[in-house]
């Protein structure tokens, strides 16, 4: 299980995308939980609690709280810049 202050040190982008494919594991444990396959119930929780700790984060970066880290340059050298939504 990851911490928050792991999340904490990942880009905006990074955390959407964490949380999507959090959200796509999710799906597919209730789909095997439906069918009584699931091997490990506790995960479920885990995905919970860390989608939630994602989408926190977001938030106070929305509601300029905390700020998120910064996007560093690429490999070609071009920065990206920070998306803000207003």
Not at 3 to 16: D, S
Request: glycine share 2%; net charge positive; aromatic share 2%.
């Amino acid at each position: 299980m990851n911490k928050v202050p792991q999340f904490r040190e990942l880009t905006r982008a990074e955390l959407e995308q964490k949380r999507a494919e959090l959200m796509d594991e999710k799906f597919n444990l209730r789909m095997q939980q439906s069918q009584r396959a699931l091997d490990n119930p506790l995960r479920l929780r885990q995905i919970r609690r860390e989608v939630a700790q994602v989408m926190t984060i977001l938030r106070e970066d929305e509601t300029n709280i905390r700020k998120l880290a910064e996007t560093t340059t690429t490999v070609l050298g071009d920065a990206k810049t920070k998306d803000k939504k207003k």
